[in-house]
Nanobody
Framework: QVQLVESGGGVVQTGGSLRLSCAASGRTFSIYAMGWFRQAPGKEREFVAAIKWRGGVTYYADSVKGRFTISRDNAKNTEYLQMNSLKPEDTAVYYC???????????????????WGQGTQVTVSS
């Protein structure tokens, strides 16, 4: 199995920036893609961004395009989410996820991912 640990969350003012990290351990050789999802109170978990582990192809939700950047360091088994121009509506618990490539990859589907981190809180004050 794969274990994922997020870090980097915190409180920031509107317009500020944060960088989230997700460190993977265990059977990391099985990872096909990694992504970020977020969940605000009273809302369903939503897709934020994803990246294919080897090719580096990225995917973004429309709500974060131009503001967020996903990247990965294969040697460190770590993915990052650079968040700029943060808005109050970005406030949520952010979850790291990994897909083992056991089927057709659909980046935006939470059900596509096999492993999840514990989440890290991001709060953007207005």
């Amino acid at each position: 199995q794969v274990q994922l640990v997020e870090s980097g969350g915190g409180v920031v003012q509107t317009g500020g920036s944060l960088r989230l990290s997700c460190a993977a351990s265990g059977r990391t050789f099985s990872i096909y893609a990694m992504g970020w999802f977020r969940q605000a109170p009273g809302k369903e978990r939503e897709f934020v961004a994803a990246i294919k582990w080897r090719g580096g192809v990225t995917y973004y939700a429309d709500s974060v395009k131009g503001r967020f950047t996903i990247s990965r360091d294969n040697a460190k088994n770590t993915e990052y989410l650079q968040m700029n121009s943060l808005k109050p509506e970005d406030t949520a618990v952010y979850y790291c996820a990994a897909d083992r490539g056991d089927g057709t990859f659909r980046s935006m589907s939470a059900h596509e991912y096999d492993y999840w981190g514990q989440g890290t809180q991001v709060t953007v004050s207005s």
